[in-house]
C-alpha cells in the first residue's frame, strides 16, 4: 500500500500535530524538541506498507526531534528501525542509565529499536529514509532476540554499500510486486540487517575480548549452514578452529546450547517459508526436509511446541491439495 503525507496543504495550526500522528501511525510516536512557527513548519513522507513492514522518505523542518518515555508508552507495537540518514546526524540515547552519542555522516545508517528514548539533532531540516522492520520478523535472527544498543554502519563500508543497494532497489522494485512477495523481499533482507548487527556489536566498541566477535561467526557459520542435516558441534567447531569446549562456552553464556540454537533457527525458517511466498506450491515434509530435518516426527513436535500449532494452519487449503500435501 502507497502511504504519501505532505503539510503543504494543510492549516497551519494542524501541521505539527497531523505530523506527528502520521509518524506514530507508520513508524513511533515523536515529541519535537523545539517550537516550530506553524506558518513555516513543513514535513513530507512518501513510501509504502506491505506486511508490518514500511519504507518511508522523510524530510520535515524540525532539526531536533527526541522520543520520550511518554513516546515509549504509547505505541502499542515492537519494531526495529533503520534509517539512512541524508543530513549530518547526532543521535543520543541513554540505556541503563549510560548516554551513548552517535555521530552520523550523510549516508551513513542507524539501526534502533523501538524500546529506547532518543533524541535526533540535524544539521538543517532532517531528511532521511527510514525502514520499519516488525519486531517478530528481525528479532529471530538477533542474540537474546533484542538489539543492545543502537549503532552506525558508515554508508562506505561494504555492509553499508550492500544496505544501500537494498534499500534502494526495495523502494524501486517491492511496489511492483504482489504484497506476499514484497514481504518475502523483505524478510530476506532480514538477514542482511542482523548480519550486519552482529558485525557491529562484535566490533571493539562492544567488548574488548575475542568471545563476541567469535560467537558472532560462529551464528554466521550456522545460518549458513542450517540446510545441512550433518551440520554438528564437532563438523562448527572444526571449521572455525575452535575446540568444542569453547563452542559450548560461548552458547553458555546465552543460556542456551548449539542444538537448541539450530533447532529454533530452522523452525524458524521452516515457518517462514511455509508461510511465505517461497513455500507456495511445495509441501511442509519437502520444507523440512530442505531446512536440515531428517525426521518428520522430530519436526512436527518442535514445531507445536515452539509455536503452539502444527504447521498446516500457516496455510489456507487449496482445491486439490492432498492431506500429505498440506501438512
Same mark, same amino acid.
Given at each position: 500500500?502507497?502511504?504519501?503525507?505532505s503539510?503543504?496543504?494543510?492549516?497551519p495550526h494542524?501541521?505539527?500535530?497531523?505530523?506527528?500522528?502520521?509518524h506514530?501511525?507508520?513508524a513511533?510516536?515523536?515529541?519535537?524538541?523545539?517550537p516550530?512557527?506553524?506558518?513555516s513548519?513543513?514535513?513530507?513522507?512518501?513510501?509504502?506498507?506491505?506486511?508490518?513492514?514500511?519504507?518511508?522518505?522523510?524530510?520535515?523542518?524540525p532539526s531536533?526531534?527526541?522520543?520520550?518515555?511518554?513516546?515509549v508508552?504509547?505505541?502499542?507495537?515492537?519494531?526495529?528501525?533503520?534509517?539512512?540518514?541524508?543530513?549530518?546526524?547526532?543521535?543520543?540515547?541513554?540505556?541503563?542509565?549510560t548516554?551513548?552519542?552517535?555521530?552520523?555522516?550523510?549516508?551513513?545508517?542507524?539501526?534502533?529499536?523501538?524500546?529506547?528514548?532518543?533524541?535526533?539533532?540535524?544539521q538543517?531540516?532532517?531528511?532521511l529514509?527510514?525502514?520499519?522492520i516488525?519486531?517478530?520478523?528481525?528479532?529471530?535472527?538477533? #542474540?537474546?532476540?533484542r538489539?543492545?544498543?543502537?549503532?552506525r554502519?558508515?554508508?562506505g563500508?561494504?555492509?553499508?554499500?550492500?544496505?544501500?543497494?537494498?534499500?534502494?532497489?526495495?523502494?524501486?522494485q517491492?511496489?511492483?510486486?504482489?504484497?506476499?512477495?514484497?514481504?518475502? &523481499?523483505?524478510?530476506?533482507?532480514?538477514?542482511?540487517? #542482523?548480519?550486519?548487527?552482529?558485525?557491529?556489536?562484535a566490533?571493539p566498541?562492544?567488548?574488548?575480548t575475542?568471545r563476541?566477535?567469535?560467537?558472532?561467526?560462529?551464528?554466521?557459520?550456522?545460518?549458513?549452514?542450517?540446510?545441512?542435516?550433518?551440520?554438528?558441534?564437532?563438523?562448527?567447531?572444526?571449521?572455525l578452529?575452535?575446540?568444542?569446549?569453547?563452542?559450548?562456552?560461548?552458547?553458555?553464556?546465552?543460556g542456551s546450547?548449539?542444538?537448541?540454537? &539450530?533447532?529454533?533457527?530452522r523452525?524458524?525458517?521452516?515457518?517462514?517459508?511455509?508461510?511465505?511466498?517461497?513455500?507456495t506450491?511445495?509441501?511442509?515434509?519437502?520444507?523440512?526436509?530442505g531446512?536440515?530435518?531428517?525426521?518428520?516426527?522430530?519436526?512436527?513436535?518442535?514445531f507445536a511446541?515452539e509455536?503452539?500449532?502444527?504447521p498446516? &494452519?500457516?496455510?489456507?487449503?487449496?482445491?486439490g491439495?492432498?492431506?500429505?500435501?498440506?501438512?
Amino acid at each position: 500500500m502507497q502511504v504519501r503525507f505532505s503539510t503543504d496543504r494543510l492549516p497551519p495550526h494542524d501541521r505539527v500535530r497531523l505530523w506527528c500522528d502520521f509518524h506514530a501511525k507508520h513508524a513511533h510516536s515523536i515529541t519535537p524538541t523545539e517550537p516550530s512557527d506553524p506558518n513555516s513548519f513543513r514535513a513530507e513522507a512518501s513510501g509504502w506498507v506491505t506486511g508490518g513492514f514500511t519504507l518511508l522518505n522523510i524530510s520535515s523542518e524540525p532539526s531536533r526531534v527526541q522520543r520520550t518515555g511518554a513516546d515509549v508508552a504509547r505505541d502499542k507495537s515492537d519494531a526495529f528501525f533503520i534509517r539512512r540518514f541524508r543530513r549530518p546526524v547526532t543521535w543520543r540515547v541513554a540505556l541503563e542509565g549510560t548516554p551513548i552519542e552517535v555521530i552520523h555522516e550523510p549516508g551513513d545508517f542507524c539501526v534502533s529499536s523501538a524500546e529506547w528514548r532518543f533524541e535526533m539533532e540535524s544539521q538543517g531540516p532532517a531528511a532521511l529514509d527510514m525502514l520499519v522492520i516488525p519486531q517478530a520478523a528481525l528479532a529471530p535472527h538477533l #542474540a537474546g532476540g533484542r538489539l543492545h544498543r543502537p549503532f552506525r554502519l558508515p554508508g562506505g563500508e561494504p555492509l553499508g554499500s550492500l544496505l544501500a543497494a537494498a534499500i534502494d532497489a526495495a523502494t524501486a522494485q517491492a511496489p511492483l510486486l504482489t504484497h506476499e512477495l514484497a514481504e518475502a &523481499v523483505l524478510h530476506n533482507f532480514c538477514s542482511l540487517v #542482523a548480519l550486519a548487527c552482529s558485525t557491529s556489536e562484535a566490533g571493539p566498541a562492544h567488548g574488548q575480548t575475542a568471545r563476541p566477535a567469535q560467537f558472532a561467526t560462529l551464528k554466521r557459520y550456522v545460518e549458513s549452514h542450517l540446510a545441512d542435516p550433518d551440520l554438528t558441534p564437532a563438523s562448527a567447531a572444526a571449521a572455525l578452529g575452535i575446540s568444542l569446549r569453547q563452542l559450548h562456552r560461548l552458547f553458555g553464556s546465552t543460556g542456551s546450547t548449539f542444538a537448541r540454537y &539450530v533447532l529454533r533457527q530452522r523452525l524458524l525458517r521452516c515457518r517462514d517459508t511455509i508461510a511465505g511466498a517461497t513455500g507456495t506450491g511445495r509441501s511442509v515434509i519437502d520444507i523440512a526436509f530442505g531446512w536440515g530435518f531428517n525426521s518428520m516426527a522430530t519436526f512436527y513436535r518442535a514445531f507445536a511446541s515452539e509455536f503452539g500449532s502444527p504447521p498446516r &494452519v500457516l496455510r489456507s487449503p487449496r482445491p486439490g491439495d492432498s492431506h500429505l500435501g498440506a501438512e
